[in-house]
């Protein structure tokens, strides 16, 4: 069964770190582009960051969390990362992770080109 499931959300001070994990089960993960999106209450949801398939060398960040998101895959773990640093209150919300046929560098994901989609896991920023 097709699966992907997000984890490492939480609540973090203003300025803190977390590393979200997409864990994918059952499809072939390595042929697949990884993307990040998330929505907070009230707001539609937003693509964040994507990571090409294989071995990732194309990848997209938008306006917003440049310099602060890393996002990398471990083809070996089916898992894809999305490293959060320097997190603002404006950032909160819940995260989503979602498979597609590609990740373009300079092209923001859009939610109705993911295939799959995990359930997602909220991520709070806040003192």
């Known amino acids: 069964q097709l699966q992907l499931v997000e984890s490492g959300g939480g609540l973090v001070q203003p300025g803190g770190s977390l590393r979200l994990s997409c864990a994918a089960s059952g499809f072939n993960f390595d042929y697949y582009a990884i993307g990040w999106f998330r929505q907070a209450p009230g707001k539609e949801r937003e693509g964040v960051s994507c990571?090409?398939?294989?071995?990732?060398?194309?990848?997209y960040y938008g306006d917003s969390v440049k310099g602060r998101f890393t996002i990398s895959r471990d083809n070996a773990k089916n898992t894809v990362y999305l490293q959060m640093n320097s997190l603002k209150p404006e950032d909160t919300a819940v995260y989503y992770c979602?498979?597609?046929?590609?990740?373009?560098?300079?092209?923001?994901?859009?939610?109705?080109?993911?295939?799959?989609w995990g359930q997602g896991t909220q991520v709070t920023v806040s003192s």
């Open positions: 990571i090409s398939s294989r071995v990732g060398s194309a990848y």
């Open positions: 979602a498979a597609a046929g590609y990740c373009i560098a300079t092209m923001k994901p859009q939610a109705y080109d993911y295939e799959y």
